[in-house]
């Protein structure tokens, strides 16, 4: 992660490549399939970029924008279907979404910044795997499958945001996102970004808590979750109990070292007392 | 030597057809192959969004972008917001009043982002656009006072 | 008689810049756009190890690529005289046997492209040998610790140690410069202190962070001549280091200079430029070597310091004995170091009048990126530890933190120091104008929430030389010359209008010439906020001169006293009648002198007028997490008189804001000899939602400036007092006090907790 090869990033210095522009998706894996440890992915095309101007050179891009089937947002009566190229905005500005997932594109609205959302893909933010990007916390307390075609194994795997972390990064090219709409409080906090970030959903059934995970980002190697041990707890016992039950709850969280900014000590506090805040705000909203 | 790409796009309402290399970043295009130099670049990494331009109306980040991205596209610059008849936009005007331009690298970029802002009908979180783009020179105050019509008008929906 | 009247017609008028419409419609041309026929592009291969010999440099690889031109290593400098730094020169253009800091430039190729450029350093092979790194100043003043350099007493330029004060050059291994400044006796003076207060405190290395990165294309003409673009603040100082490096006839070395992308002192002294001139001798043509943002942070930055800061004052409050000790992070080469490091030596007073102080500061070298000129020249630094350390003395001695500045402010008229000039600005109208605007009404205090106070006074313009020159046309318009660079203070807007005050004219009837070092006056650099104050005086008389060679002409040709005439909108009048200036040549006949030229400098020796910058802020502060949010800043600033009074206060806000990120995020850090975050991309800086949603400037015209009409600059007020401001409303909020700058969450928490658990 320390690089510094004495030798200055630019765009000027992007080595040549050979273009794909395949306009199917089965025609991207192909492309992408032939030599998959020597091909990029293009999407918005932010981190690639970056990463071509501080020296990385596959041989070959296959640029996805012209893959319809990348491009698509889906509500199901069951479930969100997102599309890899799907861009942050078309996400913030859906209306389907704004009445069916309404956290998602609210989320969405406050990632980065307005070039980076207009850009920048839900897919490409995953794949980047950089440790402040928000989207992962997020779909994984969503409890979202992600649609993709590992290699070299050559095939189509859906697999959970946990699965997908647990992978050793193996070349793969994401095709799409799965969210099961369930009945969920989703709260965040991004106040500490990019050093520390929450985000928290709650599944009721009724006044009963079904399930409960957290986030944390901040982390160098990616998000962290831990998940709530007591289900079945309603609304009023677990507001009786708050302290104890966030108590225990956020030391399960595995020690978050950011890559620079504050002290393993202090997000381990710190979270803690997000979490909290986080919990309440969603055990007293009506 | 390079891929070249057939580029077809529109740049400030003129189509141009022109073989660039794939490793060409629009900016670049921009810059270098159309001698458009308004355009800054700044940072190289999208961090500081001089260089931001319009791809049909919305702000984007050019030295991002590879010139074979914007296929297709109306790509619009801070040469192109000067009407045919050497009028200024309403943008240029206000930050012009209001004093905005200090060192002015940021510039070029600020008006676009801004001008993209003002084209949007209803866009979620408005105000908030002009975070994404950094002034070392005026402590944003200037530039906010300027646009104080059009950042309101926008949070109440017009 | 004259007709004219005492009003002023351009000077207190906000115009927009006079660069405005260039700027905004992209017209506007920086180096960056320059294009010189046939020209070829460099990069640099930089060092990867903080402290390391040079083995060996293989550039065969590099040299065979078809496209590559010319690579320049040390090796190409012997023949030269290398080094460069404003006072002690110790930077070679390229490192030579050894390299001192990770990001230290070691080779250049130019190519055709910078394709090829960036493909050949790339093949470029350096061995190096580790000989163990100074990261931290402990490191580097540690027993045995490596030395950067084995005792070598550098080339300087040093002056004569200003009155008060000794320095000395290379006194310890790792240690650059020692200043120690003395006045009044403090032995005394302690021992007669009610309340004494002792703490340390720290400020990070932080970064310039201007939107162009610095840029030099270099154009040869034959062995002996050099044409030089760049987007130096300094292109005068600049011309003499490359004359001397090169060994060229400084008449025979041409700079040009327009309009730079931010300066802040990043591009104050000589820096790359050099690195362009050896690849352009070497190539047979011109050569542009553009960094890149992230290079340009590899090439300077600001001081990292530890200050430890004792005060002594009576019961009733009177500020009697201060004791400094600073360390300066100076990073691998001198650059500024030395006259940073006496800057703040010498002003350790801040505000106030002390019986007597003590100040020993060190400049430390270490194997990091070196520290320079940057906006406060040290000012930040004496401004963080004094402000924070004036709010703990009145809370020691039960005094209001404003009533207790208010009673040891220098008065206007009286030096703050002995063999200091008199401050010439009344300081408690400037803490009255925020204290009325900070804060709610009412004398409910809402828990978490505190206001701070911090006041700063810069020394201004000392040691500067400006010269203009004025012509006036046959149109009646005029051209005018500066060497004051623009780099976004709006110098050629207010030139342009102290000119057309003089001159009668519309600043649109003015035309700020490019600087050019072949045909533009000397300056000695846009720095140290000389240039209004300065160089306008220079402008000013330059004018006045102008004008009157012009009506000396016209009056002889009218056959009238000189006294009848008035020059106005380009125009000669006399009575009712008005002539153009083409008229009256033509009068002339063959004796004409076909334009009007005025000519004029201005010196300045120490201290030539102060800048004084309050703030007061209200913050909120979580104490559960430290998150602190700041709810208003008021800042004021005091400007002799505004020449344009809504540039002033853009230029206040501006350096508010980038003081604002000085305080709350702002630091270049490492890890294992690495830079972290030097990149813009991983380097916070403040964007607009940071700006407190409350801000405001306030801006004062005591009429005390020595510049034209009364004006002072203002280049450095705004950013200085800040940090103290926000630590000193933290302070008042939750009753914790932060001495490290930046002031971060984790900071605050674990000085809450300090206080529960003390």
Redesign the interface.
């Known amino acids: 992660m320390?690089e510094?090869?004495?030798?200055?990033?630019?765009?000027?210095?992007?080595?040549?490549?050979?273009?794909c522009r395949p306009d199917s998706l089965r025609q991207a894996c192909e492309s992408f399939a032939e030599a998959p440890g020597d091909t990029a992915v293009?999407a918005g095309?932010?981190d690639l970029?970056?990463r071509l101007?501080a020296?990385y050179a596959p041989r070959r891009?296959v640029?996805l924008?012209a893959v319809k089937e990348l491009q698509d947002i889906r509500v199901l009566d069951d479930r969100i279907e997102i599309g890899a190229a799907v861009s942050h905005?078309q996400v913030?500005?859906h209306e389907g979404l704004k009445g069916s997932l309404p956290c998602l594109?609210a989320y969405v609205?406050?990632l980065g910044?307005?070039?980076?959302r207009?850009?920048g893909t839900i897919g490409g933010n995953i794949m980047a795997a950089e440790p402040a990007y928000e989207m992962l916390p997020l779909l994984g307390v969503l409890g979202a499958k992600l649609n993709i075609f590992i290699m070299p194994e050559r095939r189509w795997s859906m697999l959970s945001i946990p699965e997908f972390m647990g992978r050793s990064p193996a070349a793969s090219l994401l095709a799409s996102i799965t969210i099961p709409r369930r009945c969920c409080d989703v709260v965040w906090d991004r106040?500490?970004r990019p050093s520390l970030g929450l985000v928290l959903s709650v599944e009721w059934c009724g006044d009963v808590i079904q399930s409960a995970i957290a986030a944390l980002t901040g982390d160098r190697s990616g998000p962290v979750f831990a998940s709530l041990e007591t289900s079945g707890l309603g609304r009023a016992d677990a507001l009786a109990s708050l302290s104890g039950i966030v108590s225990e709850w956020a030391s399960r969280f595995p020690s978050i070292r950011p890559?620079?900014?504050?002290?393993a000590d202090?997000c381990r506090?710190?979270s803690g007392?997000?979490l909290r805040r986080a919990f309440h705000r969603i055990l007293i909203a009506e | 030597?390079?891929?070249l790409?057939p580029l077809t796009l529109t740049v400030n309402g003129q189509q141009h057809q022109i073989d660039v290399?794939?490793?060409l970043?629009l900016?670049?295009f921009l810059r270098d192959t159309l001698a458009l130099r308004g355009t800054k670049?700044a940072c190289?990494?999208?961090a500081c969004?001089a260089c931001?331009v319009l791809i049909d109306d919305?702000?984007?980040?050019s030295?991002?972008?590879?010139a074979?991205?914007a296929e297709g596209c109306n790509v619009t610059t801070i040469e192109g917001l000067t009407a045919a008849d050497a009028a200024w936009d309403a943008v240029q005007q206000a930050l012009h009043e209001a004093g905005a331009p200090q060192c002015g690298f940021c510039m070029p970029g600020l008006v676009m982002?801004t001008k993209?802002l003002t084209l949007q009908s209803d866009?979620?979180?408005a105000a908030?656009?002009l975070?994404?783009?950094i002034c070392r020179c005026t402590g944003y105050e200037v530039i906010r006072r300027a646009l104080a019509p059009w950042i309101t008008r926008k949070e109440a929906g017009q | 008689m004259s007709t004219r009247s005492n009003r002023l017609n351009q000077v207190g008028r906000s115009i927009p810049g006079v660069d405005s419409r260039l700027k905004l419609s992209g017209a506007a041309s920086y180096t960056t756009d320059i294009q010189i026929e046939g020209m070829l592009?460099a990069?640099?291969?930089?060092?990867?190890h903080a402290h390391a010999l040079i083995n060996a440099i293989d550039v065969s690889a590099a040299a065979s690529m078809d496209g590559v031109i010319a690579i320049a290593t040390g090796h190409d400098l012997t023949t030269l005289d290398p080094y460069y730094g404003t006072f002690i020169r110790d930077q070679p253009v390229l490192a030579i046997g050894k390299v001192r800091y990770?990001?230290e430039p070691?080779a250049a190729v130019a190519a055709i492209?910078?394709?090829t450029a960036?493909?050949a350093?790339?093949a470029i092979r350096i061995a190096y040998s580790d000989i163990g790194s100074v990261m931290t100043m402990a490191e580097a003043l540690a027993p045995d610790a490596p030395s950067l350099f084995d005792g070598v007493l550098h080339e300087h330029e040093l002056p004569p140690p200003p009155i008060n004060s000794r320095y000395q050059q290379e006194p310890a291994p790792n240690i650059l410069f020692a200043y120690d400044y003395s006045v009044g006796d403090a032995e005394a003076w302690w021992s007669r202190c009610d309340r004494i207060v002792e703490q340390t405190f720290s400020l990070a290395r932080i970064s310039h962070f201007g939107l162009e990165p610095h840029i030099a294309i270099a154009r040869t003409h034959g062995e002996q001549a050099v044409e030089v673009w760049c987007n130096n603040q300094d292109p005068f100082l600049l011309q003499r280091d490359i004359a001397r490096i090169f060994r060229l006839p400084l008449g025979s070395v041409q700079l040009h200079g327009g309009f730079i992308g931010g300066g802040f002192g990043g591009k104050s002294y000589c820096k790359i430029e050099p690195i362009a001139v050896l690849l352009a001798r070497k190539a047979g043509r011109p050569v542009r070597l553009a960094?890149?943002m992230?290079?340009s942070m590899l090439t300077v930055c600001e001081h990292g310091a530890e200050i430890h800061l004792r005060s002594g004052v009576s019961g009733s409050g009177e500020t009697l004995v201060r004791e400094a000790s600073v360390l300066l992070d100076g990073g691998a080469y001198a650059d500024a170091s030395p006259s940073v490091a006496m800057r703040i030596g010498s002003r350790f007073n801040g505000a106030y009048r002390w019986k007597a102080l003590r100040t020993v500061v060190k400049a430390v070298r270490t194997t990091t990126i070196p520290a320079g000129s940057f906006r406060g020249f040290g000012s930040a630094h004496v401004t963080w530890a004094s402000e924070s350390q004036m709010d703990v003395l009145a809370r020691e001695i039960g005094m209001d933190p404003c009533e207790f500045r208010r009673c040891n402010f220098t008065p206007l008229g009286v030096a703050g120091a002995p063999d200091e000039t008199p401050i010439d600005c009344d300081l408690s109208e400037g803490l009255n104008a925020v204290t009325q605007r900070v804060g709610g009404k009412g004398d409910a205090r809402i828990p978490g929430r505190g206001i701070g106070f911090a006041v700063a006074v810069k020394s201004a313009a000392g040691g500067h030389s400006g010269h203009a020159r004025v012509r006036i046309l046959p149109c009646g318009a005029a051209r005018i010359a500066t060497g004051v660079s623009e780099i976004g203070q709006s110098t050629r807007t207010v030139m342009t209008q102290v000119a057309a005050e003089v001159l009668g004219l519309m600043p649109e009837q003015v035309e700020v010439e490019d600087i050019d070092t072949l045909t533009t006056p000397f300056d000695s650099g846009t720095h140290a906020s000389s240039g209004v104050a300065v160089s306008g005086i220079a402008m000013r008389d330059a004018a006045e001169i102008a004008r009157d060679a012009l009506l000396g002409f016209a009056a002889g040709v009218l056959g009238c006293p000189q006294r009848d005439l008035e020059f106005r909108d380009g125009k000669v009048i006399q009575a009712a009648t008005a002539f153009t200036v083409a008229d009256l040549l033509a009068l002339g006949g063959e004796a004409s002198p076909g334009e009007f030229t005025g000519a004029s400098s201005k010196q300045t020796s120490g201290p030539f007028f102060w800048m004084p910058s309050w703030t007061a802020a209200e913050v909120e502060v979580d104490r559960?997490?430290?998150?602190f949010k700041v709810l208003q800043l008021v800042n004021a600033v005091e400007v002799g008189t505004a020449i344009n009074p809504q540039r002033c206060i853009s230029q206040s806000e501006g350096a508010a804001v980038q003081g604002l990120g000085q305080a709350l995020f702002e630091e270049i850090?490492y890890?294992?000899d690495?830079?972290?975050?030097a990149?813009p991309?991983?380097y916070r800086v403040s964007r607009s939602s940071d700006v407190p949603p409350s801000f405001e400037t306030v801006l004062l015209e005591q009429g005390h400036g020595p510049g034209p009409f009364g004006a002072k600059g203002v280049g450095e007020a705004g950013n200085l007092t800040i940090p103290a401001a926000i630590a000193n409303a933290i302070h008042d909020a939750v009753g914790a006090r932060v001495t490290d700058l930046p002031i971060?969450?984790?900071r605050v928490?674990q000085a809450i907790k300090a206080v529960s658990i003390g």
């Open positions: 320390l510094f090869s004495g030798i200055a990033a630019t765009r000027r210095r992007i080595a040549p490549f050979q273009l293009l095309g932010i970029a970056n101007k020296g891009i640029a924008n905005w913030e500005n594109p609205s406050g910044n307005i070039r980076v207009v850009q106040q500490l890559v620079n900014g504050p002290s202090y506090e710190v007392v997000m | 030597m390079s891929d790409f290399p794939v490793t970043m900016s670049d670049v190289d990494q999208g969004g931001t919305l702000p984007t980040t030295c991002l972008t590879f074979f991205a982002l993209a866009p979620p979180g908030g656009w975070t994404a783009n | 592009h990069k640099i291969l930089r060092s990867t990770v990001g070691v492209d910078e394709a960036c493909r350093v790339e960094l890149t992230a290079e559960e997490t430290g998150v850090s890890a294992d690495m830079p972290l975050n990149e991309l991983k971060t969450p984790e928490l």
